[in-house]
T-cell receptor, first 112, second 115 residues
Framework: QKEVEQDPGPLSVPEGAIVSLNCTYSNSAFQYFMWYRQYSRKGPELLMY????GNKEDGRFTAQVDKSSKYISLFIRDSQPSDSATYLCAMSAGTNAGKSTFGDGTTLTVKP | SAVISQKPSRDICQRGTSLTIQCQVD?????MFWYRQQPGQSLTLIAT?????????ESGFVIDKFPISRPNLTFSTLTVSNMSPEDSSIYLC????????????FGPGTRLLVL
């Protein structure tokens, strides 16, 4: 069983929709939770970073962490065609983001 | 932030040969990492590249197969040795900046196809 499981997708939504991306994990030691966005033929870029449980909002993006359920989510409001990309969740037990465990990614397409 | 470049951006190699991938950062960084992203799969950490000493490898990866060098704070290489088709993948380097341990920046990746 993988340490991090991500809803596989792919996901296709109309422009303006609310998107929910989700991951579950099994390692209770994970304390740092990240979401990356990866455009085709590019490296991942960090979108959101959350420590422990709770919500974090940044513009149209909201990250939620529920450590009791070992479940994290990324919500995208008013989705735009430019949001079309693969979204990767990642988690680490220590402070070094570089030693993260990644989900397999969910590919999102936002149609105009 | 950091700007990271990788060379080559892509390559097609024959079975049994080796390829060295370069990673250059535009600023001095504390930590550099090498990841592999196989088709349809998640990123998997290969190793941490340590400046001036041997790299630290993750379970399942060994130095003989993936030798890594890091001669200074801005540059690292990863060699994929004695390649087989199973090594076909995207190889990415990433860095952490001093004081920003919660953030890592990725290079654009090197797409490798082994025939």
């Amino acid at each position: 069983q993988k340490e991090v499981e991500q809803d596989p997708g792919p996901l296709s939504v109309p422009e303006g929709a609310i998107v929910s991306l989700n991951c579950t994990y099994s390692n209770s030691a994970f304390q740092y939770f990240m979401w990356y966005r990866q455009y085709s033929r590019k490296g991942p870029e960090l979108l959101m970073y959350t420590y422990s449980s709770g919500n974090k909002e940044d513009g149209r993006f909201t990250a939620q962490v529920d450590k009791s359920s070992k479940y994290i989510s990324l919500f995208i409001r008013d989705s735009q065609p430019s949001d079309s990309a693969t979204y990767l969740c990642a988690m680490s037990a220590g402070t070094n983001a570089g030693k993260s465990t990644f989900g397999d990614g969910t590919t999102l397409t936002v149609k105009p | 932030s950091a700007v990271i470049s990788q060379k080559p951006s892509r390559d097609i190699c024959q079975r049994g040969t080796s390829l060295t991938i370069q990673c250059q950062v535009d600023s001095q960084v504390t930590m550099m990492f090498w990841y592999r992203q196989q088709p349809g799969q998640s990123l998997t950490l290969i190793a941490t590249a340590n400046q001036g000493s041997e790299a630290t490898y993750e379970s399942g990866f060994v130095i003989d197969k993936f030798p890594i060098s890091r001669p200074n704070l801005t540059f690292s290489t990863l060699t994929v040795s004695n390649m087989s088709p199973e090594d076909s993948s995207i190889y990415l380097c990433s860095v952490e900046l001093s004081g920003e341990q919660e953030t890592q920046y990725f290079g654009p990746g090197t797409r490798l196809l082994v025939l």
